[in-house]
């Protein structure tokens, strides 16, 4: 049975450290199936679309920075409940408040640099792998 979809990326922070072989592992581990993958950068242009809806909040600047400082690892993840699953895997937003074992606990520094996104909806995490990925690229 096909399970739903999540989007995820690793952001810049986990990538430059090393850690993407270590958080795939730990998404398979979890029960997700992978089912599109990409190694990319973002361009302002495209950060500040994919963060649009938080284009007014005082952190979106930071944000956009760091999410073109470096390269990322974008990919969508299928099991059943994977929205509201994968955000108990990541944990909190702010590592400080993210529970032990989660991938923010064992990979993250700050609010910023989190190791990692997740959607938050299934309406998003369509959007979002949308926004990555055409239909031939997911298996
Ligand atoms: P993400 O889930 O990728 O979506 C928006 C990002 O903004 C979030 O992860 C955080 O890394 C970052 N961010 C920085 N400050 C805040 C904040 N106060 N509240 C929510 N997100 C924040």
Redesign the pocket.
């Known amino acids: 049975m096909s399970g739903k979809i999540t989007f995820t ?1 690793i ?1 810049p922070d986990a990538v430059a450290k090393g850690h993407t072989g270590k958080i795939i592992d730990h998404v398979i581990q979890k029960g997700y199936k992978l089912v599109a993958m990409k190694y990319t950068r973002l361009s302002e242009e495209k950060a500040g679309e994919f ?1 649009a809806i ?1 284009r007014e ?4 600047k ?2 956009i920075a ?2 073109t400082s470096g390269p990322i690892v974008a990919a969508v993840l299928e099991k059943e409940n994977a929205v509201a699953d994968y955000r108990n895997v990541i944990g909190a ?2 590592p400080a408040k993210a529970e032990v074992g989660t991938i923010r606990n064992l990979y993250a520094k ?5 190791a ?3 959607s ?1 909806s299934d309406e998003n995490a369509a959007i979002e792998a949308a926004f990555f990925f055409n239909g031939f690229e997911r298996f």
């Open positions: 990326m952001k963060y938080h909040r005082p952190f979106f930071d944000l760091f999410m937003t702010d700050s609010i910023d640099a989190n990692v996104h997740g938050d």
